[in-house]
Each structure stands twice: as structure tokens, then as C-alpha cells.
């Protein structure tokens, strides 16, 4: 019996022995993986559906963002309306999700109603029709998107930084205009759907309570499909690498806009990169949280910005550092010297011990609060199998984090914080 006239033990979190729960891997008859993290106490289940679909594998802009919106919007058997209408009548939400290598098809319900609703999202993936009406009126609202967007500084900043960074025509880098949704077509999106959904490559994640003949029920209604494994032989395709010469660029966007939006960008490797973990801790100190310099500057001692960060881009391939933020238009110039200022800081002086075990105790809490569910330790798992990275990089960034030396960060500092490898962007 706890004594509760004694107040508990405080004790840092970087004191804690933090296991990331076991996921189960089974392979279905057609090769595809499924991960299973059997967790909570909730009678909740999600089901997430990962194809190698994602817009590095379109030869048309949009081509892969359309194809996945699309796919709840009619098959030969049920019409857009009695889909939605299958899920809702079964309190079920069923999302897509389209990225740079991969797209998603997530689906939330309770695990009681499962039975009824894997097989329709089977049909989804073979039976996809793309109705003509519904695709126009997917062109019609992505353009009002479109257009209501590009009146935001932060929305143009966005694209415009990556485009700067990687290139237009990389994945990474490419961004669509109107005429790229009109010239959209229904027989390209059907092939497209064709090959990387009804024939494509997939993997499975699933999570929750899970039911106990889940597995049989996804080799009845998934295994027998054409689809192939996530893993097989490559079949990525290779795209170019063309970052912009010019660093430095400023745009009006809003002649009469009070507010710049401000990215500062440089390349950098990949979580494959001994250097990644290391640099993720000077990050936080840097920028990546609401304790760092970047705020105690800018925000709380300069007063130029509600928040200022910087952060490290999840890309698979090719990564980025990022400072993203919105400042008054008279003091952006002023905001990106002293973003540059804290840079030079880190490069000359270690971090103080006190300002390390502050950020070391917030990323392991982070990460406690990261494993905090079933659906947010799948997230984890998922980050991991998708960037090619297996249990241990999850503790040996723990490690990382626990006893990387100020010394070590000075030295990441020296080599990556650097003002002239940072392309500059201010939209206003």
C-alpha cells in the first residue's frame, strides 16, 4: 500500500527503462506483411493499409494525391454515398493518405465490427471505379483549395522552400498549380490505380485489441488479392536531385501583408547517417521545442514571433534542417540574423550541462508520451520499418540521447550550422 502522507520519488525521465512494445510480423499468401502490436484496453482497432503509391511513382502531378483521395468514391457495386454510409453505420472512419514513397488507407472502428467492413475496404483496393462525376467535382474543389491557399504566405513559403531545396521536379520538391488538376484524367488514374493499388506492393499495420482470428480474417479477404510484398525486389523509381544555385529569396505575396513567412533550409543525410540521432538532440536545443534558444530569443526576448522552430525533415532518401516560422514583416530580416546568431553560439560554446539534461529530459518524455496507446506505438513501428530501421535504432537513440557530450553537439554544430549552406526564404 502506497503511503500517502509521503509525497512519490521525482526522478527524470532519462532514468526511466523504456521498452518499446513487440510487434508481431506475419506474411499473408501473396507475400504481403502484416504488423501486428496487440495492446490497450480498449475495444478499438486500427487497420492501415501502406502501398508504395506515394507521388515519386506519378508521371503527372496530382496523379498520385487523386488516385488516393478517390479511392472511397465508388466501386461497381457501391456508389461513393453507400460507402461513407457502410462505415458510419458501423461507427467506423476510413481515411487515405498520400506522401512523397508511400499512400494509406486507415481504418478506425471497433474491433467487434471488423468483419464487416475489411472486406469492403477489399473491394475498395480491386474494385475502384473513379467515377467521372466524382472526379470532376475533386478537380472543382481542389482548385478553391488551391486558390484560397495561395493567398497564405505560409502555404507558398512551404512549397516554394522545398522546391528551392530538392528541386521541382523531385518528390521531395514538386508542387501543382490549377492546370495540373484539370489535365487530370480518369483512364491515367485508373492505370495508376491499377498498378499501385490493385497490383501493388503493400504491407499492413494493425493495432489495438486485436480480435483473435484478425490474421485469418485479413489472409481470407487480403492474401488472395494480386498484391505483392513491400519488401520485394526494388522497384523505386529514381528521380533527380536539383536543388536551386540561388540561397536567397524574397517574394510579395500581399502587397498590403503585416506578417513574413519564413523558412531556412539546408540539406542533410538521412536517419541512416550516424550523425542523425546526435543532430536530433542539438535540434531540440536549437529549436526543436518551446524551451529552446530560437524561442527564448525570438519569442520570449525579441518579441518578433509567436513561435519559431526548427526540425529535421522525415523524408526517406534525402532529409533537410528546417527553421520555420511567422514574424512581423518590418523585423524578418532581423529574425533570420539572430536565427543565424544562435547558430554561431552553438558553434563556439558546448552546452551547459543544465540546458543538456533539460533537453535530454524532454525528448525522453516525448518519447513516453509517443508510446502512450497502441495506435501512437504503430505510428513508432511504422516510422522504423519505412525508413529501413529495426528495434535497436529505437534504443540506441534512447542511448543517444541519454549520453551524447556537449562536446559531440559543438561538433555536429560545426558541421551542419552553417549560414551559407541555408537557402533563405521570406514570403510576405
Not at 71 to 99: D, P
Not at 286 to 311: C, H, P, Q, V
Request: aromatic share 10%.
Amino acid at each position: 500500500m502506497p503511503i500517502r502522507t509521503l509525497a512519490p520519488e521525482i526522478k527524470d525521465p532519462v532514468s526511466f527503462d523504456i521498452r518499446l512494445p513487440a510487434c508481431e510480423k506475419h506474411i499473408l499468401s501473396n507475400g504481403v506483411e502484416v504488423y501486428a502490436l496487440n495492446m490497450g484496453t480498449e475495444d478499438t482497432l486500427m487497420v492501415n493499409w501502406i502501398f508504395k503509391a506515394g507521388n515519386c511513382y506519378e508521371n503527372k502531378k496530382t496523379l498520385a494525391a487523386a488516385a488516393n483521395n478517390l479511392l472511397k468514391n465508388g466501386t461497381s457495386r457501391l456508389s461513393a454515398f453507400e460507402l461513407s454510409e457502410h462505415f458510419e453505420y458501423y461507427g467506423a472512419y476510413l481515411n487515405r493518405s498520400c506522401y512523397n514513397e508511400t499512400s494509406e488507407v486507415s481504418l478506425h472502428c471497433l474491433n467487434k465490427h471488423v468483419e464487416k467492413l475489411i472486406p469492403v475496404v477489399s473491394e475498395i483496393i480491386t474494385d475502384s471505379i473513379y467515377p467521372e462525376k466524382e472526379l470532376d467535382i475533386y478537380v472543382q474543389n481542389s482548385c478553391q483549395k488551391l486558390t484560397v491557399n495561395l493567398k497564405k504566405c505560409e502555404f507558398v513559403a512551404s512549397r516554394l522552400i522545398d522546391a528551392y531545396l530538392f528541386g521541382e521536379a523531385h518528390p521531395y520538391g514538386k508542387y501543382s498549380n490549377r492546370e495540373d488538376y484539370e489535365a487530370l484524367r480518369r483512364e491515367e488514374l485508373l492505370e495508376f490505380y491499377n498498378t499501385y493499388y490493385r497490383h501493388g506492393r503493400c504491407m499492413i499495420m494493425v493495432a489495438g485489441k486485436l480480435p483473435d482470428k484478425l490474421i485469418d480474417l485479413l489472409e481470407k479477404e487480403i492474401g488472395k488479392l494480386p498484391l505483392r510484398s513491400f519488401h520485394g525486389d526494388t522497384d523505386d523509381i529514381a528521380y533527380a536531385f536539383a536543388p536551386a544555385s540561388q540561397k536567397k529569396y524574397r517574394m510579395i505575396n500581399d502587397e498590403q501583408g503585416v506578417q513574413a513567412a519564413i523558412r531556412i533550409a539546408r540539406h542533410f543525410p538521412n536517419r541512416q547517417d550516424p550523425d542523425f540521432q546526435k543532430a536530433m538532440v542539438l535540434n531540440n536545443i536549437y529549436g526543436g521545442y518551446f524551451g529552446s534558444r530560437l524561442m527564448a530569443n525570438i519569442r520570449e526576448d525579441k518579441g518578433y514571433t509567436y513561435g519559431i522552430y526548427s526540425y529535421l525533415l522525415n523524408h526517406v532518401h534525402q532529409s533537410g534542417w528546417m527553421i520555420s516560422t511567422e514574424a512581423g514583416r518590418k523585423v524578418s530580416e532581423d529574425t533570420i540574423a539572430e536565427a543565424y546568431g544562435e547558430m554561431e553560439i552553438l558553434r563556439n560554446a558546448p552546452v551547459s550541462e543544465e540546458e543538456l539534461r533539460l533537453t535530454r529530459n524532454y525528448m525522453i518524455g516525448t518519447i513516453l508520451g509517443d508510446l502512450d496507446g497502441p495506435f501512437q506505438v504503430a505510428a513508432r513501428w511504422k516510422n522504423l520499418i519505412l525508413n529501413g530501421l529495426d528495434e535497436q535504432y529505437f534504443y540506441n537513440t534512447l542511448q543517444t540521447i541519454k549520453t551524447v557530450t556537449a562536446e559531440e553537439l559543438q561538433a555536429i554544430a560545426n558541421k551542419y550550422l552553417l549560414p551559407d549552406e541555408f537557402y533563405e526564404l521570406v514570403v510576405i
